[in-house]
């Protein structure tokens, strides 16, 4: 790097920060379709599964309801002008859907209380299972409800416990695959579901992944997305940059020189 260039933004003006609580992730993850349709982009849009709400709540105290089955942490910011009405907005939207209970943050404590239930999340997955995987694949808005639905039967299919926390708003999943390494089919299967997320990722027209990189687990995935030429194209582009390959070597594209099969469980620490 040669130079950098750093735009400063003031802070917006104003907040408001709202939980829906949703009895359904079908109606959580409709609200969300229905905002994005409505013209209304949210500078943060979040979802939590129950398994997430138990973990995070039996770890913090937060004040979630435990028999929810998602939650929805919606944040606008800007102006003052014009805020309230787009804040009242989705939280009719997110009543139209069912909701069980939608509330706004009368206070920055409060608001910022509801931020750390989910810069928490993370960490509280200990107390759920000894070892997760963390997936990062990111799909069309429209297609996250049958997404949700696809997962739950991956569940079920491989017997393997899979939470769901995410940056709902712009399609980036992070589903969370508990799993205990001593039981080595357990780590099998657990395997087997996590791929096979991210080739329903792909199939719907997403990607592998949506901010944390290809890096060496997922190299095997990258012709299921690129054509060969497109491969090509990029390698080329990056040994412009890099021609000793010294920066990540063997990291993104296809090399004869690692193992192909994604077989390392990834324990990210989230964004």
Known sequence: CTKATIQIIRQPQTYRTML????????ATQTVSDIIASGILPAALEMMDQLIIKAVEEAFQFGFPL??????????DGLEAGIDEQAGRIMDICHQNNAREVSQAATDEERMALWASRKKAFGAMG????????????????KLPGMLRFISKLSEKYDVRIANVFHVGDGNLHPILLYDERDADLVRRTLKASGEILEECIRLGGSVTGEHGIGIEKVSYMPKMF???????????KKIFNP????????????????????MLNKQVPA
């Open 20 to 27: 829906g609580v949703f009895e359904s992730i079908d109606d």
């Open 67 to 76: 028999d929810a089955k998602a939650v929805l942490i919606i944040e606008l």
């Open 127 to 142: 107390r759920l299972a000894p070892n997760y995987c963390t997936q990062d694949g990111v799909i069309p808005r429209t």
């Open 227 to 237: 054509s060969p030429e497109d491969l090509s194209v990029m390698a080329a582009l």
């Open 244 to 263: 000793e390959d010294l920066l990540n070597p063997h990291k993104i594209f296809p090399d004869s020189r690692i193992c192909m099969e994604p077989r």
